[in-house]
C-alpha cells in the first residue's frame, strides 16, 4: 500500500490524504472517503436572497411545512442569534441590520 507522507515540523504522518472540496489527493484513492453534504440537484425548495445582505433577508419557500417550524440564523461560532417560527409562510423575511457584519448559517 502506498500512503503519502506529511510532515508536522520533523515529525512524519503516514496516511496523509488531502480533501479539496471533497475531493482526495492521495496516491491510495481505495483510501478515499467521500465528506461533506450532497448538494440539492434540480428544483430548489428553498431561495434565500440577497447574498451578501446589510439589511434585509428574504427567504422563500417552494414547498411550505403544514406545521410549525422554525427559522434560525446563526453566527459562525454556532450561536442562535436571531429565531423566529412560522406557519404556513411561503415567504419569509429576516431584519439583520443590527448584526455585525460576518458570515451567518441559516
Known sequence: VHT???LIGSF???RAYYYVDDVCLSTDSLQCLSVGIDEL???NPINVF???T???LHIQLDDVPAEEFSVSLLNAQGTIVQRSI???NSEI???IKDLTS???FL
Request: proline share 12%.
Open 93 to 95: 423575511f429576516l431584519t
Open 50 to 52: 440577497p447574498n451578501p
Open 54 to 56: 446589510a439589511d434585509l
Open 12 to 14: 512524519p504522518i503516514c
Open 4 to 6: 503519502d507522507t506529511l
Open 41 to 43: 440537484i434540480g428544483n
Open 102 to 104: 460576518g458570515i451567518y
Open 86 to 88: 412560522h406557519n404556513g
